[in-house]
């Protein structure tokens, strides 16, 4: 069964920061680019960043120097590392596994900054 299951999200202050994680089970998670994208109140879902199988990153211009995307194929885990959070980071985030035509998401992690 292909599940990618996401943790870390909290309640954070402006500046502060926080890391999550994505743990995929039931494909080669390894031979996947994973993405990690969020959601806001009445917002469209937007991409943040993603990493290639050979750890190639790209980031959204909002989160590029703030946000570090890693990925542990032994774990099957990608991560995202969040610094400098700013109110307007707050969302749902998901994590994507997408190889071809297969893509996989998970049920997201929900990030709330605010003093």
């Known amino acids: 069964q292909v599940q990618l299951v996401e943790s870390g999200g909290d309640l954070v202050q402006p500046g502060g920061s926080l890391r999550l994680s994505c743990v995929a089970s039931?494909?080669?998670?390894?031979?996947?680019?994973t993405y990690w994208y969020r959601q806001a109140p009445g917002k469209q879902r937007e991409w943040v960043a993603l990493?290639?199988?050979?750890?190639?990153?790209a980031y959204a211009d909002s989160v590029k120097g703030r946000f570090t995307i890693s990925r542990d194929n032994a774990n099957n885990t990608v991560s995202l590392q969040m610094d400098s959070l700013k109110p307007e980071d707050t969302a749902v985030y998901f994590c994507?596994?997408?190889?071809?035509?297969?893509?996989?998401w998970g049920r997201g992690t929900q990030v709330t900054v605010s003093s």
């Open positions: 990493i290639t199988s050979s750890g190639s990153t």
């Open positions: 039931g494909f080669t998670f390894s031979t996947y680019i």
């Open positions: 994507n596994a997408r190889r071809s035509t297969d893509t996989f």
